[in-house]
């Protein structure tokens, strides 16, 4: 089975620039959520979209967006990209978020977005 | 109330030696703590998980120890491996809310 996919695998912009960057989840999960990753620290929490309604935010931005589609595949959007935004965005799915599931995160290997 | 440290930052083991890493957490509310292996390149890979009201769980050669009171819990590795030379992630996670804590990592090198 496939596992989390995340599209483009890197991508370089410039400062004020816009990127879309793209995940679809394992068959079956709807719950999708995405990380910053700067070098040399553990992911941070951007957002988390369950059946295709933000469930959580974390403390980025209101130049990070993102939506999930019908198809539970998802969008991160960043807006007037600065150079402190160049980290790996990551892209975990799992199959349901309530309390006590204990549904693990399954996590794509990242989009390496870099600023210059 | 939300951070999960992690020690060491780095550590090298011989091969077949007993890697051991440790996390604190402060927040009880957490009611699911998995590990998280990443090689360079890669995403964040599954290890095992652990649930507050289980004191030991293992897998393999992996084994996570759970300390509730001392809100403490920890990965070791048995019969350490070259190839398990990687960067690990400790978490924590309301299971309700779907957001990941992670810790700041350990970078293993094993030896041969």
């Known amino acids: 089975d496939a596992g989390v996919t995340q599209s ?3 991508l370089i912009k410039t400062r004020g620039q816009q990127v879309t960057l ?34 959580g935010r974390g ?26 935004d160049s980290a790996l965005y990551l892209c975990a799915s799992s199959s349901k978020v ?19 | 109330q939300q951070q999960v440290k992690q020690s ?5 083991v011989q091969k ?33 998980a652990i649930r507050p009201d289980v004191s030991e769980k293992k897998e393999g050669r992996f084994t996570i120890s759970f300390n509730k009171s001392a809100k403490q819990f920890s990965l070791h590795i048995m019969d350490s491996q070259p190839g398990d030379s990687a960067t690990y992630f400790c978490a924590a996670i309301f299971s309700w809310s779907g957001k990941l804590i992670f810790g700041q990592g350990t970078t293993l090198q094993v030896k041969p």
């Not at chain 1, 993102?66 to 960043?78: G, I």
């Not at chain 1, 399954?106 to 600023?115: A, K």
């Open chain 1, 59 to 84: 403390n980025f931005p209101d130049r990070f967006s993102a939506r999930q589609f019908p198809n539970y595949s998802s969008e991160l959007n960043v807006n007037a990209l600065l150079l402190g």
């Open chain 1, 22 to 55: 793209r995940c679809s989840p394992i068959s079956g999960h709807k719950s999708v959520s995405w990380y910053q990753q700067v070098l040399g620290q553990g992911p941070q929490f951007i957002f988390q979209y369950y059946e295709k309604e933000e469930r």
């Open chain 2, 8 to 12: 060491p930052q780095s550590l090298i």
């Open chain 1, 98 to 116: 309530e309390m006590g599931s204990n549904q693990p995160q399954h996590f794509g290997d990242g989009t390496r977005l870099s600023i210059l």
């Open chain 2, 16 to 48: 077949g030696g007993i890697s051991i890493i440790n996390c604190a957490y402060e927040n009880t509310a957490f009611d699911y703590f998995p590990w998280y292996q990443q090689f360079p390149g890669k995403g964040p890979a599954l290890l095992i």
């Open chain 1, 8 to 10: 483009p695998t890197h």
